[in-house]
């Protein structure tokens, strides 16, 4: 069975599709990224002002990293 450029074309595309769907974070995970951009924001602000409160916020920042939520 032969199959031509634009059906290559349209599979791929279709499986390109699924494999960007399955990786994509749930409603939860992307809350927790928000979150965590929300953190790293404070902390560049904090940093300079509290360096007990920035070394918190990072702590925090890692335990989301841990988790598995990069950027």
Known sequence: M?????QLRRIIKEEKTKILNENAPSPLGHELLSI?????????????????????LSLQIDRLLQLGYKS
Do not use: C, P, S
Not at 2 to 6: N, Q
Not at 36 to 47: Q, S
């Open 2 to 6: 032969k199959i031509t450029k634009r």
């Open 36 to 56: 965590k951009d929300a953190l790293v924001d404070i902390l560049a602000g904090v940093r300079y002002h509290d360096e007990e409160l920035a070394e918190d």
